[in-house]
C-alpha cells in the first residue's frame, strides 16, 4: 500500500467505518440513557422542572468558590484545554472546509497562526493533565486503562494535527493520512469511553437541576 | 544613499505585496551593499529562486529604478545588464537568441564580472591581430 | 566533438566566448539551483568536464516528456547542455531507426560500459512483456541489460519515476517504475507530468558539473527541486493561511486569486519546484493561471481521488452512511432500552418484601 493509497483508505472507507461507529454508537447510548427513566414524581411540583434544568445546564459550568480553591489546577488546566480543543476542531479553516464539504455548513474561521499558538497550548495543558493524573495519589488511584486510553486518543489528534501542519519528519501525504486515522481512532472509541461525557455532560445537568427545580430549590 | 533606499521602501505599498519577498529582498540589498562599501566582497541574488507573485518582481525593479548605466552585450544571445538607481546594484538580466529570459540576477558590485573583458577572449583576440597583422 | 576533448574546449571550438560561456554558467547555476556563489566552481568544474555518452529508453510514454525537453531546447543553455552530453540512442530524436539504431544503442553500451548515464521515460510492464517492446526486446529486457553498464539511471517523468498513469488503477499492463525494478544503481527520479525541462537538464547538468548525483530526498528526487511542497513556495499561499479561498473557478474569489485549496489543489502534499523555476521560461505555473495543482510529480497522482476535491476531504458518501447509522443506532438504542426496561420490571417482579416476621423467622 502507498502513502495515496493509505490516504485514500483513510478519506473513504475508513471514514465511513468510523463515522458508523460513531454516530450509531452515540444515538443508541443516549437513547438507552433517556429510556432508563424516572419513576414519576408524585409529589406536588414546587417549581418549574425545564427552567431549573436549563439554569443548571449553564450555572454547573462556573466553578464555586470551594471547589475552585481545592482543585484550581484541575479547574483551569479543564478549561483551557476544552476550549483549545474547541478552537482548534471547529475554528481551523481547513476543519470548516471540511464540514463545508460534506454538509454543507460553513462559518468563519479564526486566522490559522491564532489556531496554531492555541494548538501548542492545548498540547501543554494536555501533557500537563497527564502529568498531573500520574502525579496526584488519588487520581492515578482512580484512573484506569480506559482514562488513559481516552487521554491518548484524545492528544493523538491535536499532536498528529499539530505535526502535519507543519510538516515534521514524514512525508505531508502520510502526515494528514496519519491525522485523520487518529481522529478516526477517536470516533471509532468515543461512544464506549467517557469521552461520552461530551453529550450526557448535559443530560445529566438538566437531569439535577430538573429534580432541584421541581422541587422549587437551586442545584 | 541608505536613506533613499529606506524611503523607498516605505513607498512599497504592504498591502499590495503577496509573498512579502519585496521588502525583504530590498533589505537584503541593503545589507549587501554595506558589506561592498566596507569591501567585504559583492553578492549576487538569483530572482528564479525566490517565490514571487505576479507584479512582485516589477515592484523590486521599478523601486530600484534606472541609474547611468545600460549596457547590452551579445554573448550566446543577447544580455542585458543595467546599473539601478543605487550605485553599486546591478539588474542583469540573460536571454537566449530567442529572447526568452534565461536568468535574472540582481548583483550588488562596482561592476558585473560579464561586461570586463576576459583574459581568454582578449588573448585570442590578439592572436588573431597578430595574425592578420603578420 | 570528440570524446575526448572537454566541454570548455568544445564550447571554445564552437565560437562561444569566455564571457558566453560566464553567462552559461550563470544560467547553469540557475537551472541547477545553486547559489550563484557557486558560478566560478561550476565554470571550473564544466571546463574540465568529459562528454558523458546517454541513453535515452522510451517504454510506456506518451513522450510529453521528450517533448517538454526539446520544447525548450535548441539555442538556449539546456540546447548547450544536450550539446555536451553524447546522446547515443533516443529512438524519438535520432535520425538512424531500425537496426541501425539499436545497434548504436548496443555500441554505446559497450564503449562505454560502467560510465553512461541511462534516461529512462516511461513505465515498464511485467504482465504481458508484449505490451510494450522495441526491436521486439520487451521493455524489462532492454532496461535491465541497459541497467547493468549505467553509471547512474535518471527516470524522467513520473511514469518512469512512479508507474505514473500506465500503473493507475485497475493498471492493465502491470506496469511498475524504474525502481521497483533497478536496485543495484543509483536511480534519480525526476517526475512530473512533464517534468519541468529546466530540472531534466538541471540534473544532467548536475552530473556533467560534479560528476556525481544531486542529494535526493526519500523519493529519489533531487532536493534542489522537489525539496520544498509547492504549498509551501505559493505565492498564494498568504490567503490559506487567512482562510480566503475561491469556491468556484469564476467567483470573487478566483478573481482575486485567493487560494486554490477548496478547488481540489494538491500543493500542500506535491514536491516540486512549479511555484519558483515555473513554465514557459518562468511564465507563470498552474496555481497562477488560476488551476489548482493536481500533484503530477507525487506517486499515485492519478488515483489520488479527484483532482477537484481538497486532499483532506472524504472519498465516499459520508452523510448517508451517518444517516443510515442514526437509524441503526436509533433501533439499538431502543432495543437495548427495551432490554434495560425488561430487567429492570423483571427484578421489580421478583422483588419481595422483607417483612418483620421473615426478620424473625431468621433468628
Redesign the interface.
Known sequence: M????F??WV???A??IA??????????????M????RKANLAEARGSALAGGLRTMVTRSVPDKGTFQRSTFTIVSGYIFHIGLFVTIFLF??HI??VD???GLSW??L???VVDATAVVTIITLLAVLIHRLKDPVMRFLSGFSDYLVWLVTFLPLLTGYIAFH?IGL???ML?ALH?LSVELLMVLFPFTKLMHTFSLFIARYYNGAIAGYKGVHS | MQTELETAMLNVELGDELTYNVKPLLHEIRHALAKLLNDEGPTVIDLRSLPLAPGEEEKLLNTLGHGEVHASLNALGPTEVVETGYPGVWVVLHYNTDREVIGKFIEVCDIPDLLRSQQDDIREGLEQLQSGLA | MSKDETLGEALRRQGVTRRGFLKFCAATASMMALPPSMVPVIAAALESARRPSVIWLSFQECTGCTESLTRSHSPTVEGLIFDSISLDYHHTLQAASGSAAEAARETAMEENHGKYILVVDGSIPTDNPGYSTIAGISNRDMLEEAAKGAAAIVSVGTCAAFGGIPAAKPNPTGAVSVSDLVHDKPIINVPGCPPIPVVITGVLAHYLTFGTIPELD?LKRPKAYYGK?IH?RCYRRPF????L?AETFDDEGARKGWCL??LGCKG??TYNACATVKWNEGTSFPIESGHPCLGCS????W???SFY???????????K??V???G???A???A???M??AK?QKSVDAHEKVTIDDLDKEK
Open positions: 502507498t502513502e495515496t493509497e490516504l485514500l478519506r473513504g472507507p471514514l465511513q463515522t458508523i461507529v460513531f454516530v450509531l454508537g452515540i444515538v443508541a447510548r443516549i437513547l438507552q433517556v429510556m432508563l427513566g479553516a481547513p472546509l471540511l464539504e460534506v454538509f468563519p474561521a486566522p490559522t497562526p510538516r512525508s505531508p501525504t494528514i485523520i | 526519500d511542497s509551501d490559506y493561511d487567512k482562510g479561498f485549496y477548496k500542500p502534499t507525487e506517486p499515485g497522482f488515483d489520488g481521488g476535491s481538497a486532499i483532506s476531504t472524504p472519498t465516499e458518501d459520508i452523510p452512511a451517518a443510515y447509522a442514526v441503526a443506532g436509533a439499538a438504542g431502543v437495548l432500552g427495551a434495560n426496561r429492570k
